[in-house]
């Protein structure tokens, strides 16, 4: 089946660590975004890629670092510098770049400070 | 400022009490306004677009219709398994980008 695999579903990290979240497609999209969902807010967006080799920054992207080699994939990496990172992951995508297109979303990672 | 509101925040029904759920938007212009639905601990499954003024879709027990300030997600007589989180989403223009500005969410428990 076409979809957007996230993992790992539950992640543990510790203090000064890194961790990377893998975001994995099927779809054929040519877009990918990864947001942060946190109780009582809205999605916020952490980065977005448009097409391979290119990714621009959203609105809370300072602590975290990606990547798009491939059309399929957009890992997250969340590094020591993001100072509040326990929360709910969420990797989407959308085909073509126009307007209007919807976005669909991966079952979403679990990220927790221990 | 472009900003989508949902409400209301909560909402307890039962089952077979219809209700609606409401999100209202600022923006100037719209590309598309979407639903989801969200299970806690899953990632939003799509629901509905909406592209236009008077544009209405259906789906099972759900109905979702657009005006030019909002939009509205009404559910007949729903069941137990409709409780979840109902999530509105906006793209702003100008055509072509990136952006997508959600609602916090209306959470819905519908009681047997």
């Known amino acids: 089946d076409g979809g957007i695999t996230q993992s790992p579903k539950y992640l543990f990290r510790k203090e000064g660590q890194n961790v990377t979240l893998s975001c994995e497609q099927n779809?054929?999209?040519?877009?990918m975004y990864w947001y942060r969902q946190d109780p009582g807010q809205g999605l916020r967006l952490i980065y977005y890629?448009?097409?391979?080799?290119?990714?621009q920054k959203g609105d809370i992207a300072e602590g975290y670092s990606v990547s798009r080699e491939k059309k399929e994939s957009f890992p997250l990496t969340v590094t020591s510098a993001q100072k509040n990172p326990t929360a709910f992951y969420l990797c989407?995508?959308?085909?073509?770049?126009?307007?209007?297109?919807?976005?669909?979303f991966g079952e979403g990672s679990w990220l927790t400070v221990v | 400022e472009d900003q989508v509101t949902q409400s209301p925040e909560a909402l307890r029904l039962q089952e077979g009490e219809s209700s609606s759920l409401n999100c209202s938007y600022t923006?100037?212009?719209?590309?598309?306004l979407f639903w989801y639905r969200q299970d806690p601990g899953k990632g939003p499954e799509f629901l509905f677009t909406l592209y236009s003024a008077g544009e209405e879709k259906e789906k099972e027990r759900l109905k979702a219709t657009l005006t030019k300030k909002e939009s509205f997600l009404h559910i007949t007589a729903p069941k137990p398994e409709d409780s979840a989180t109902y999530l509105c989403a906006v793209q702003p223009p100008p055509s072509g980008t990136y952006k997508y500005i959600f609602g916090t969410g209306t959470r819905l428990k519908v009681l047997a």
């Open positions: 923006v100037s212009g719209l590309r598309g």
């Open positions: 890629s448009q097409i391979v080799n290119d990714f």
């Open positions: 779809l054929n999209h040519d877009a």
């Open positions: 989407a995508s959308i085909t073509g770049q126009g307007s209007g297109n919807t976005i669909y």
